[in-house]
């Protein structure tokens, strides 16, 4: 590992810092305004939309310039959604215009974020070797999901009423903030400026890929191209397919938790953030366990992805604090151990066959498209009134049947194919496009 690769992982940890920690800030802001209960998840909808309709170009715009500069380039744009949140008051909006500012600002960190990751994730293919990737991925994926544990922690004690009142007690911050919400606002904006300061810091790659298309309708094309070569990719498709389920799974948990801890254990929305925050404390020790599962080997932690979503049911069952915190630590350590060794191997087939920018490209079109899904019919059962313990049982059985259905799949391809296997590890580059 090589100094640039850590100032890449310091500024995506404090980015996504800040985001999680805004959203809780926006959730909060929705309660205050009296906002329906679904209106949060449809928040987070339009934040995932942003990577779904911009996929065809993000890609392109990540391999232009030096992923650095693209990374401080979006990153200042999400500074601009949080500028507009912090606005929210300032206009002498009606309460219903108050809601759609929030939900335009968080969409606006979504297109910044859309961006953001094909240069966050492309950069570490252009920095490691293969043999370095799944070790590099469980670093990157540890600390974003460590940001996730410290961004909704964080966003939770900003909102809360302690923390809130002191902030307000500090002059500079009284001067600037009118109310609770904006100091907490104010102080998220605060880590959208240090991600900003490393993303300068990290140094030029100096890797090259071709002139990148400009025409718009010739993106899409060349993009729908791309999600076929990925998605025809007998070791590519497991690993997407995968990782595709694990992001929009791991999106609408975050809303579960949420609502459980309010519906099953009486938690104010402080409190239930930390719970979000055990279990992503939970996927940080398995994030890191991974690490030491080769690339070779990545299709062998299959089966873990059954055992997640077999956990998951045991929710409805306890109520316990105590029992809650390990339950919710074994279902991030679980999920946390699948999903590294899979997302190496997709970049790893995705920088093979494609190119870094391109290959993150597909990838979050995929992902952000199930959350798009799965955030949809989440909102849709809260809406029709399904208790939550349902919903949980419904979540659980459905992530253990699919990862059944795909390690079936990857079994088929390799009784078709017994060479596959030789496939991982290789060192060309766009073998797909030549």
Same mark, same amino acid.
């Given at each position: 590992? *090589?100094?640039?690769?850590?100032?890449?992982?310091?500024?995506?940890?404090?980015?996504?810092?800040?985001? $999680?920690?805004?959203?809780?800030?926006?959730?909060?802001?929705?309660?205050?305004?009296?906002? +329906?209960?679904?209106?949060?998840?449809?928040?987070?909808?339009?934040?995932?939309?942003?990577?779904?309709?911009?996929?065809?170009?993000?890609?392109?715009?990540?391999?232009?310039?030096?992923? =650095?500069?693209?990374?401080?380039?979006?990153?200042?744009?999400? &500074?601009?959604?949080?500028?507009?949140?912090?606005?929210?008051?300032?206009?002498?909006?009606?309460?219903?215009?108050?809601?759609?500012?929030?939900?335009?600002?968080?969409?606006?960190?979504?297109?910044?974020?859309?961006?953001?990751?094909?240069?966050?994730?492309?950069?570490? &293919?252009?920095?490691?070797?293969?043999?370095?990737?799944?070790?590099? $991925?469980?670093?990157?994926?540890?600390?974003?999901?460590?940001?996730?544990?410290?961004?909704?922690?964080?966003?939770?004690?900003?909102?809360?009423?302690?923390?809130?009142?002191?902030?307000?007690?500090?002059?500079?911050?009284?001067?600037?903030?009118? *109310?609770?919400?904006?100091?907490?606002?104010?102080?998220?904006?605060?880590?959208?400026?240090?991600?900003?300061?490393?993303?300068?810091?990290?140094?030029?790659?100096?890797?090259?890929?071709?002139?990148?298309?400009?025409? /718009?309708?010739?993106?899409?094309?060349?993009?729908?191209?791309?999600?076929?070569?990925?998605?025809?990719?007998?070791?590519?498709?497991?690993?997407?397919?995968?990782? &595709?389920?694990?992001?929009?799974?791991?999106?609408?948990?975050?809303?579960?938790?949420?609502?459980?801890?309010?519906?099953?254990?009486?938690?104010?929305?402080?409190?239930?953030?930390?719970?979000?925050?055990?279990?992503?404390?939970? &996927?940080?020790?398995?994030?890191?366990?991974?690490?030491?599962? +080769?690339?070779?080997?990545?299709?062998?932690?299959?089966?873990?992805?059954?055992?997640?979503? #077999?956990?998951? #049911?045991?929710?409805?069952?306890?109520?316990? /604090?105590?029992?809650?915190?390990?339950?919710?630590?074994?279902?991030?350590?679980?999920? =946390?151990?699948?999903?590294?060794?899979?997302?190496?191997?997709?970049?790893?087939?995705?920088?093979?066959?494609?190119?870094?920018?391109?290959?993150?490209?597909?990838?979050?079109?995929?992902?952000?498209? $199930?959350?798009?899904?799965?955030?949809?019919?989440?909102?849709?059962?809260?809406?029709?009134?399904? /208790?939550?313990?349902?919903?949980?049982?419904?979540?659980?059985?459905?992530?253990?049947? #699919?990862?059944?259905?795909?390690?079936?799949?990857?079994?088929?391809?390799?009784?078709?194919?017994?060479?596959?296997?030789?496939?991982?590890?290789?060192?060309?580059?766009?073998?797909?496009?030549?």
């Amino acid at each position: 590992m *090589n100094k640039g690769f850590y100032m890449v992982m310091a500024a995506q940890a404090l980015s996504s810092v800040a985001d $999680n920690a805004l959203l809780i800030a926006a959730i909060g802001l929705i309660a205050d305004l009296s906002g +329906p209960d679904w209106m949060a998840p449809m928040m987070k909808w339009w934040f995932a939309l942003a990577y779904v309709v911009l996929a065809a170009f993000v890609g392109a715009f990540a391999d232009s310039f030096p992923k =650095g500069r693209v990374m401080f380039a979006t990153n200042a744009l999400k &500074t601009v959604g949080c500028v507009m949140m912090y606005s929210y008051g300032t206009f002498g909006l009606s309460h219903i215009h108050q809601l759609m500012l929030i939900f335009v600002a968080y969409t606006v960190v979504g297109v910044g974020a859309a961006a953001y990751s094909p240069a966050k994730y492309g950069i570490v &293919t252009e920095m490691l070797p293969p043999d370095l990737l799944v070790k590099g $991925n469980s670093w990157i994926e540890g600390l974003t999901v460590l940001s996730v544990i410290v961004g909704t922690v964080l966003g939770g004690l900003l909102i809360s009423p302690g923390v809130s009142t002191w902030l307000m007690s500090i002059q500079w911050v009284d001067t600037l903030a009118d *109310n609770s919400a904006q100091s907490a606002i104010l102080m998220i904006g605060l880590v959208y400026i240090a991600a900003a300061i490393c993303n300068l810091l990290i140094p030029d790659t100096h890797a090259f890929y071709p002139r990148q298309q400009t025409r /718009p309708m010739a993106l899409v094309r060349n993009f729908g191209r791309h999600v076929r070569i990925l998605w025809s990719d007998k070791i590519g498709q497991i690993s997407l397919a995968v990782t &595709t389920l694990f992001w929009g799974a791991g999106a609408t948990l975050q809303f579960i938790v949420i609502e459980w801890g309010a519906q099953h254990l009486g938690y104010r929305l402080d409190q239930a953030s930390i719970l979000m925050g055990v279990a992503a404390f939970g &996927t940080v020790i398995g994030a890191v366990a991974a690490g030491r599962v +080769p690339l070779r080997r990545a299709l062998s932690v299959l089966p873990v992805g059954v055992l997640m979503g #077999l956990v998951v #049911l045991l929710m409805p069952l306890i109520y316990n /604090p105590w029992a809650v915190y390990l339950l919710l630590l074994i279902i991030g350590g679980l999920s =946390g151990f699948f999903v590294v060794p899979m997302n190496a191997m997709l970049q790893h087939r995705g920088h093979v066959l494609l190119s870094a920018g391109h290959s993150i490209a597909v990838q979050n079109f995929n992902e952000q498209l $199930n959350i798009l899904l799965m955030l949809a019919a989440y909102s849709l059962m809260l809406w029709l009134g399904l /208790p939550i313990n349902g919903i949980i049982a419904l979540f659980g059985i459905l992530v253990a049947c #699919l990862m059944l259905a795909f390690m079936r799949w990857n079994k088929l391809n390799h009784l078709a194919n017994p060479e596959l296997s030789k496939l991982i590890g290789q060192t060309s580059h766009g073998t797909a496009l030549k």
